[in-house]
T-cell receptor, first 115, second 116 residues
Framework: DVKVTQSSRYLVKRTGEKVFLECVQD?????MFWYRQDPGLGLRLIYF???????EKGDIPEGYSVSREKKERFSLILESASTNQTSMYLC??????????????FGPGTRLTVL | AQSVTQLDSHVSVSEGTPVLLRCNYS??????LFWYVQHPNKGLQLLLK??????LVKGINGFEAEFKKSETSFHLTKPSAHMSDAAEYFC??????????????FGQGTILTVHP
């Protein structure tokens, strides 16, 4: 079974802090994604990466950056956390090949609260 | 461009009665469609997916969905609800949209409540 793990289930930070959210997958997938989930809005894509050191902006990248130094690990960085970044953050991975037919595999999520 | 609309934000049923969660989509390409489920404090789990092989798709836990191109719909059904079905359900569309992978667009989610 594919396993996607996220470093924290719950995180509380203060406004202005630098925040790192870590995601690791164990299935050698090329593609990895960061989403945020808010009630009534579904999931929205923040950033994705299709290879080591490669990244592309998603639909809502403002206030976030990412890092992918190793294939299995994809980090989301909040350079200066703000209260409107309080949310649930979900990481996902996806194998290459078969394009749109592949489903993404999701981690359990990190619920971040910024005070 | 692609989009997904889940027509109900909340659905409430009694245990043992049928479940219907409605989803309409739009896509510029021939899409794939998915239903994911999220139980409280858990990650998203794939229920089923449509990949053009068959219009009626069977998934896990007795769920199924029918792709209707003329109606641009992909409604999720189950003949008899179980208490363990209580969760949030997401309809998702995926098309290439000029990328080499499937870009996912999520619906807003439907919270299913099951009463004893």
């Amino acid at each position: 079974d594919v396993k996607v793990t996220q470093s924290s289930r719950y995180l509380v930070k203060r406004t202005g802090e630098k925040v790192f959210l870590e995601c690791v997958q164990d299935m050698d997938h090329e593609n990895m994604f960061w989403y945020r989930q808010d009630p009534g809005l579904g999931l929205r894509l923040i950033y994705f990466s299709y290879d080591v050191k490669m990244k592309e902006k998603g639909d809502i990248p403002e206030g976030y950056s990412v890092s992918r130094e190793k294939k299995e690990r994809f980090s989301l960085i909040l350079e200066s956390a703000s209260t409107n970044q309080t949310s649930m953050y979900l990481c996902a991975s996806l194998p290459s090949g078969r394009g749109k037919y592949n489903e993404q595999f999701f981690g359990p999520g990190t619920r971040l609260t910024v005070l | 461009a692609q989009s997904v609309t889940q027509l109900d934000s909340h659905v409430s049923v009694s245990e043992g009665t049928p479940v219907l969660l409605r989803c309409n989509y739009s896509s510029s390409y021939s899409p794939s469609l998915f239903w994911y489920v999220q139980h409280p404090n858990k990650g998203l789990q794939l229920l089923l997916k449509y990949t053009s092989a068959a219009t009626l798709v069977k998934g896990i836990n007795g769920f199924e969905a029918e792709f209707k191109k003329s109606e641009t719909s992909f409604h999720l059904t189950k003949p008899s609800a179980h208490m363990s079905d209580a969760a949030e359900y997401f309809c998702v569309v995926s098309d290439l949209g000029g990328t080499s992978y499937g870009k996912l667009t999520f619906g807003q989610g439907t919270i299913l409540t099951v009463h004893p």
